[in-house]
């Protein structure tokens, strides 16, 4: 048991008649090791940008909130008025009258 890891450790495994099998099995690994880090850092890549994305995606929700006040404050008619008034227009205080045309 002693010998075997000892022999792990100081790399004697690489060294003997089978090596080329544990050669092909340390490139699979290292393959497998890369990958793995690829993998990861396109995750991470896709949660900042999810991330970015989420925080573009409030803030547009905040500005067409803010601009849909806006635009129902302007459609008051109070608001209409005050601004019609300062171009000489004042809202009627007579009811309209219907015109009706009677042909014979």
């Known amino acids: 048991m002693k010998k075997g890891f000892f022999d792990i450790i100081r790399g004697q495994f690489l060294m003997n008649d089978t090596a080329?099998?544990?050669?092909?099995?340390?490139?699979?690994?290292?393959?497998?090791?890369?990958?793995?880090?690829?993998?990861?850092?396109?995750?991470?890549e896709k949660v900042h940008k999810i991330t970015q994305m989420s925080t573009e995606l409030k803030e547009l929700k905040s500005r067409y909130v803010d601009v849909r006040m806006q635009r129902m404050q302007l459609q008051l008619e109070s608001e209409i008025?005050?601004?019609?008034?300062?171009?000489?227009?004042?809202?009627?205080?007579?009811p309209p009258v219907k015109i009706v045309i009677e042909e014979e």
């Open 20 to 44: 080329s099998k544990s050669w092909m099995f340390i490139v699979y690994l290292s393959f497998l090791a890369l990958v793995m880090i690829a993998v990861s850092h396109r995750t991470d």
């Open 81 to 94: 008025i005050s601004k019609m008034e300062t171009r000489g227009l004042a809202p009627s205080y007579t």
